[in-house]
């Protein structure tokens, strides 16, 4: 299993120089890829713009969209942004995209929340047949089984939204399920993600509850599900391993290089 | 701390226990409406492994308890005139109203605060508490104070039921099931001490009604069932205990807590009786709560979020067996055609927590006698029944385990085990191809593909077909309905002029010359086929390719004889199956793959559809149907899991009557071999790495 590290383009503070600082110490350190999370309405640098940065400073890290609400774009914008972000990162790009999860993204927007789940069929299969120069890894997320379907469907590979690596194993049973009833060969790759507050808990998961609010009551239980020991990263870590996690990513909650640095002293 | 505890059940006296032994300074009231003495229903059951949590969390209470318990191993089926008993169960039970009088005696000794027969209508007034505490059971007025917030969905759920009691202690769980001549009925008993068992009756509403009950008084419903189940009951009585017929509620919340309430056992959650795990749960919720409120003193809301997280995903998994066995005990009148041995194991393999190998580590005497009864020659011993030999019209596979090949990998696959190698689709004509990687029959060198399955030991079946709507798209490799770029499609046909998928071509209707020389092309394939020696055909009738396209009302919009309703829908995948076995030779087995049902909400295949399908196409001459469900549309929300298609498969076998195939994504030789011992299935599609499974064989004693 490879470990990636999350840049911290929606916690409260980033601005350009520490991603792009956080992006250098990733691509130096233990890390297999740096991913963006996305959301429109939420103080967050735009992820495509953000990894085109990190992409002109770093040489063999991954870069990862972990993932990017692709309704709220244009199926030709996205593939162009896709396609600009792996050319400036010399094909270093996977592109995670899934429906996300809040109203207030898509009236932003402008664009219909209902029918998001068709609109990103569509997407997809302009992306897979219709530009020819995209050459991207492709991972979709979601729980649902219209999800899963369109996941095995059109993608390269699962991301899995977070939770304990039971969560992640079942979800991952899915994955496989759906891949195999439509009759792609081989496996999907099987991505997972979680938080980590190493340096400030309080702040850490005070941001989750924040970023998460929209949820309800269910902002509390990831934050409750926040690693703030090392102890619990390597858990983690393992348990993922254990289950046929393929790539982890592991997303900061407070915008701290030093929580890059210590995560690094735990997986070294 | 102040804390309220709202019901004086097993998981509030409980909760109590452990905060008042935890040693901090909690004031602990548990307040209940009733009075110390009553209560409703026998006896609870406990499992083996629910005991060590409960030795664990108080030791008194665990000796005291587990002192008076009745405990028992076996699992008694009563059905045919037999008792097929099944042991190594571990099984104990004890009667309700000592458990809580167990309770209520260590919560006082504690200092718990314990008020009876007070009535809170007003959760407002417990807000002097710390924490509140709803334990106050299925209809918990806490929880309905705040459904909104705590997400609760109650449906009722699974047959009608009745909770007796009887002087009759029986020494195993028992299970009776009794046809009349208003439908069946069904008994759930245990003994609960030393004196007598607990005695649930259930039956379908609608047998319910036609037996009278539900006009039926306490007095006559009592006399009605002493009657149906006098020879189990051996002279003894049915007791009453304010004993009404009623439907199970079943409880799901998305949330346990809300501010500084929170919910634990029934209130929170409910799981079928059938699986008998309630008192368990509720208790283990208790546990947990207690331990996160330790983890977390002076911090509730914490500590209320860890239990939940604790809990919610093991409860979930018990309230998906539960349905799945109260699902099991509505249906049961199907599986009445089943022979008593088989009919056990179904029985007991019902949630989905039991398997064959769990039955045969439990009771290796029941699991061998199970799979010599399987294997059908009067052998004392014989192999599992994946590996046991299936005849079909004149043909033999010499196992039960299935493997799904490209024809261009079958030579590989041949060698590794599996009794039947099954190709992806094959195209009857250049136009049915799915991409340009799909084989056409008449392309295929069989004869050498044959022999190569023969000398592996596999016999060779080849799935035929047309892909429809869903043909001129990239390799799978690359994605599923992914258009082929515009220069390279060919022009589709399908039922109707409906798209599949995103920038797939609107295919052309197949008009009666179409469908004639598609008949034409089936039966040709076929011939060509058995010429070849091929030992079954598969029929492609799922996944919304062609002749699917026209069994579902989602892709059906045609006004001739082959749109409408669901038989004239059947009409033209009837006819080619009547074309193809004109030219098939009827001792091989001709088999169809369908989809027996839609995912979608509405305006899709139902099961019933499904079954009513297979049971026509096994009037048709179909030896064997091969379960599938969904895509006869992109956007389907399917129901993904392990297994996920054994349940249509076991009703399409058992309601349909017809010998059944079925994959979704069962990946051990144990799931198959439950699958197939409890006749859910007769053939199992294994979704393992042939290549890898064959290479780890030769590496070994090879």
């Known amino acids: ?268 | 701390m102040k804390v309220t505890v709202l019901g004086a059940g097993p998981a509030g006296l409980y909760l109590a226990i452990l905060l008042g032994r935890a040693g901090r300074e909690h004031e602990i009231t548990v307040i209940e409406r009733n009075q110390p003495d009553a209560t409703f229903g026998w006896g609870v059951v406990f499992s083996q492994d629910s005991l060590a949590a409960l030795r664990d969390a108080d030791y008194p209470t665990y000796t005291e308890i587990t002192d008076t318990f009745a405990r028992w191993d076996a699992i008694d089926v009563c059905y045919r005139g037999r008792v097929l008993r099944s042991r190594g169960h571990a099984f104990s039970a004890i009667r309700r109203t000592l458990l809580l009088d167990i309770l209520q005696r260590r919560a006082a000794e504690l200092g718990v605060t314990l008020r009876f027969q007070v009535d809170v209508t007003d959760p407002s007034t417990l807000h002097d508490a710390d924490l509140v505490v709803g334990a106050d059971g299925v209809n918990s007025m806490l929880r309905r104070a705040d459904a909104q917030a705590f997400g609760s969905v109650l449906r009722p759920q699974g047959c009608k039921y009745v909770w007796f009691g009887t002087d009759l202690v029986f020494d195993a769980f028992t299970f009776v099931f009794k046809p009349t001549e208003h439908g069946l009925f069904q008994v759930h008993a245990y003994p609960f001490d030393e004196q007598r068992s607990t005695f649930i009756v259930e039956c379908r509403e609608e047998v319910w009604r036609a037996a009278g009950l539900d006009e039926a008084s306490e007095a006559d419903s009592i006399a009605f069932c002493e009657k149906l189940f006098a020879d189990e009951l051996a002279g003894h009585r049915l007791l009453s205990n304010r004993s009404l017929w009623l439907n199970f509620q079943r409880v799901q919340c998305a949330s346990w807590h809300h501010g500084r309430t929170v919910l634990i056992g029934d209130a929170a959650h409910t799981a079928h009786f059938s699986i008998g795990s309630g008192t368990k749960l509720a208790m283990e919720d208790a546990i947990a709560l207690a331990d996160a409120l330790e983890r977390h003193p002076e911090q509730v809301p914490a500590a209320l979020v860890e239990y939940e997280l604790e809990r919610q995903p093991v409860v979930e998994r018990f309230q998906q067996a539960a349905d799945t066995s109260a699902g099991y005990f509505e249906r049961v009148a199907a599986y009445t055609r089943l022979e008593p041995v088989q009919f056990a194991v179904n029985l007991l393999t019902r949630s989905g927590r039991v398997s064959h190998a769990n039955l045969t580590l439990r009771d290796p005497s029941f699991g061998r006698a199970a799979d010599a009864w399987f294997a059908g020659r009067g052998t004392a011993i014989a192999a599992p029944p994946l590996f046991t030999p299936l005849r079909l019209a004149g043909a033999v596979m010499p196992n039960r385990a299935v493997v799904a090949s490209r024809v261009s990998d079958v030579d590989g696959v041949a060698g590794a085990g599996f009794g039947l190698v099954l190709t992806q689709l094959v195209a009857v004509c250049p136009e049915g191809r799915v991409s340009t990687s799909t084989p056409v029959v008449s392309t295929v060198d069989w004869p050498a593909l044959v022999e190569a399955a023969h000398a592996g030991g596999a016999l060779l079946a080849v799935q035929l077909g047309h892909a429809g709507a869903r043909g001129a798209t990239r390799p799978a490799s690359f994605g599923v309905d992914v258009p082929l770029p515009a220069g390279e499609v060919w022009p589709l046909v399908a039922a109707s002029a409906v798209r599949y998928g995103p920038y797939s071509a609107v295919p052309r209707p197949l008009d009666a010359a179409g469908m004639a020389r598609l008949c034409s092309e089936f039966a040709a394939g076929a011939a060509l086929l058995a010429e070849a020696g091929v030992d079954l055909l598969e029929l492609d009738l799922a996944h919304g390719r062609l002749l699917a396209g026209f069994l579902s009302s989602l892709t059906n919009h045609r006004d001739d004889s082959n749109g409408g309703g669901l038989a004239d829908r059947l009409r033209f995948p009837l006819e080619v199956v009547s074309a193809v076995r004109s030219s098939w030779p009827a001792d091989r087995p001709l088999a169809v793959r369908l989809t027996v049902a839609d995912w979608v909400a509405r305006g899709g295949l139902t099961v019933v559809d499904g079954i009513c399908a297979a049971r026509a196409l096994a009037s048709a001459g179909v030896h064997l149907v091969h379960v599938e469900a969904g895509q006869s549309v992109a956007e389907e929300p399917p129901s993904y899991r392990r297994g996920f298609l054994t349940e249509l498969s076991d009703r399409a076998r058992n309601e349909a009557g017809v010998p059944t195939l079925v994959g979704g994504y069962l990946t051990t030789i144990d799931e198959a071999n439950t699958v197939l011992a409890a006749a859910r299935a007769d053939l199992c599609l294994l979704t393992l790495d042939p290549v890898a499974a064959h290479g780890a064989a030769g590496g070994g004693a090879g």
């Open chain 1, 1 to 268: 299993m490879r470990v990636g590290i999350g840049l911290p383009n929606t916690t409260p503070g980033a601005d350009g120089a520490l991603l792009l600082e956080w992006a250098r110490r990733a691509d130096a350190g233990p890390f297999s890829t740096v991913a963006v999370l996305d959301r429109l309405v939420y103080e967050s640098l735009e992820p495509f713009a953000t990894l085109a940065a990190a992409a002109a400073v770093t040489r063999r890290i991954g870069l990862a969209t972990m993932i990017a609400i692709g309704p709220l774009r244009s199926a030709a914008m996205l593939a162009k942004q896709a396609a600009t972000v792996n050319s400036i990162a010399g094909g270093r790009l996977t592109l995670g995209l899934a429906v996300g999860a809040r109203l207030d993204d898509y009236q932003a927007a402008g664009v219909d929340h209902r029918g998001r789940g068709a609109r990103l069929s569509e997407q997809l299969a302009y992306l897979r047949g219709r530009c020819d120069g995209l050459k991207v890894p492709l991972l979709v997320g979601g729980n649902s089984g219209a999800a899963l379907l369109r996941m095995a469907r059109y993608a390269d590979g699962y991301a899995h939204g977070g939770g304990p690596p039971r969560a992640f194993a079942s979800a991952a049973g899915k994955a496989l399920a759906a891949w195999h009833d439509v009759g792609r060969p081989g496996r999907p790759a099987l991505w997972g993600q979680g938080y980590v507050a190493l340096g400030d808990a309080e702040r850490g998961t005070a941001y989750l509850r924040d970023y998460y609010a929209f949820t309800g009551p269910f902002a509390e239980k990831i934050a409750a599900g926040c690693l703030t020991t090392p102890r619990a990263v390597k858990d983690f870590v393992r348990g993922y391993q254990a289950e046929g996690c393929d790539e982890l990513i592991l997303l900061p909650t407070v915008s701290d290089v030093h929580d890059l640095d210590r995560l690094a002293e735990v997986l070294a």
